[in-house]
């Protein structure tokens, strides 16, 4: 079919796009809990025909759409879960659930992949081979949905995989596609500094906790700036540092917790043992002592070469040069990277921030939405992309 033709089918279902966005923003649901969220999809792609559905985990579905040719395989990603947030928006489609909030994007994920499943659903005929959607549970809370619908069985037999992400720091109007390395591994570290506590008028008597733990703190900068290679993509932030009750007692014990960033295995391998290299060598010469808990996060994305020209291709033939914007890596996470170990595959983004309508909060933020016109583009780029990718 024509990307004319494919256009305007898509063009006739945008504002049903649209109310699915904000019936999913209306009612958000946490990692793992996403049950009434999962019945809604289930009961919606139902309605379309010629899907086979399925639950692979509790809070997940699966439709197929086997084309009535043979050929190859395409899966296509949605996440579908919430953020522990209190929403500030005052439209009225915000959240009607205290506390918790689509604050990245995730309910535009999965209605445009419902737009997507309705479009090339009514397309049996012409699609050669097989369409698989996965409207993923848990992409916020490790150790993820995408890693326990692999084990499920989902990616058996796919050839290939694509995901997207509304991004708000890229306006509305252009498609960002990042070739090889797209998105850092998340980990995760914890540091006990446990020193000896007492009356902060005799600090002699004690063994400080606070300033032990500080050094850690100021020594961990080390491993970016003076341990590893400059040219190594590697974040090490402290987050958290927790101690104390009061103005004048030194506190026994430090809490410390932050994240690392890498795209590199090797790496990847060595930073935990530079940090408690770090911890020890400082608790020791102090006296105190350390428990040190490091947590490996999700594999890093990295966007294989061929789909990811197909990508670009249908950017540029879809909207134009002007549309295409080859971005940067960054050091955020996402477990789409769960399905690349299975399959080729590519992750990109959809602008969606609009500073003309006051889009501009980050993920993350309590105010935080999308220009919605970007659902349009994003089913475009989905349905164009599956027929390129399976002919």
């Given amino acids: 079919m024509t990307t004319i033709t494919l256009n305007h089918v898509v063009e006739q279902i945008k504002q049903e796009v649209i109310e699915w966005r904000r019936h ?81 994007g995730h309910d535009g994920h999965t209605a445009m992949l419902l737009g997507t499943a309705k479009v090339l659903s009514g397309m049996k005929d012409r699609i ?38 509304l991004w708000s720091p890229l306006e ?11 998105m850092a591994a998340p980990d995760t570290f914890w540091i006990t500094v446990n020193g000896k506590g007492g009356h902060a ?64 295995a090797k790496l990847r391998e060595t930073v935990p043992e530079l940090m408690e290299r770090i911890v020890k060598g400082i608790t020791d010469a102090h006296g105190a002592s350390y428990e040190f808990n490091y947590q490996l996060g999700y594999r890093p994305v990295i966007n294989q070469e061929d789909v990811t020209r197909v990508i670009e291709e249908t950017v540029l033939e879809v909207f134009g040069a002007e549309a295409l914007d080859k971005m940067k890596p960054n050091m955020g996470g996402e477990d789409f990277s769960a399905y690349q170990q299975k399959a080729p595959g590519t992750f990109f983004y959809v602008g969606a921030g609009n500073p003309k309508k006051g889009i501009t909060y980050p993920h993350h ?27």
Avoid: W
């Fill in 24 to 104: 999913l923003h209306r009612n958000p649901e946490l990692s793992f809990e996403e049950q009434k969220t999962a019945q809604f999809i289930y009961d919606t792609l139902g309605s379309f025909g010629n899907l086979e559905l399925s639950r692979p985990t509790k809070t997940s579905v699966m439709a197929r759409l086997i084309g009535s040719k043979p050929g190859k395989v395409l899966a296509i990603r949605a996440d579908i879960d919430a953020l522990p947030i209190q929403e500030e928006n005052t439209f009225e489609f915000a959240s009607q659930n205290p506390g918790v909030m689509h604050a990245c």
């Fill in 128 to 165: 050669n081979g097989e369409v698989r959607f996965f409207f993923q549970h848990a992409e916020e809370l490790f150790p993820g949905g995408a890693e326990e619908m692999v084990q499920a069985g989902v990616m058996d037999g796919v050839d290939l995989v694509i995901g997207a992400h």
């Fill in 172 to 182: 509305l109007g252009k498609v960002g596609v990042v070739s090889g390395p797209m």
């Fill in 201 to 264: 008028a005799l600090p002699h008597q004690t063994i400080d906790s606070i300033a032990v733990a500080a050094q850690v703190v100021t020594n961990l900068q080390h491993i970016v700036s003076r341990n590893t290679d400059p040219l190594d993509n590697l974040v090490v932030s402290v987050t958290q540092f927790v101690a104390g009750t009061t103005h004048n007692v030194i506190p026994g014990s430090v809490e410390i917790c932050g994240t690392v960033r890498s795209f590199d």
């Fill in 365 to 391: 933020h309590s105010r935080f939405t999308v220009d919605e016109d970007a659902l349009e583009i994003g089913v475009k780029m989905f349905v164009n992309a599956t027929f390129k990718l399976l002919d």
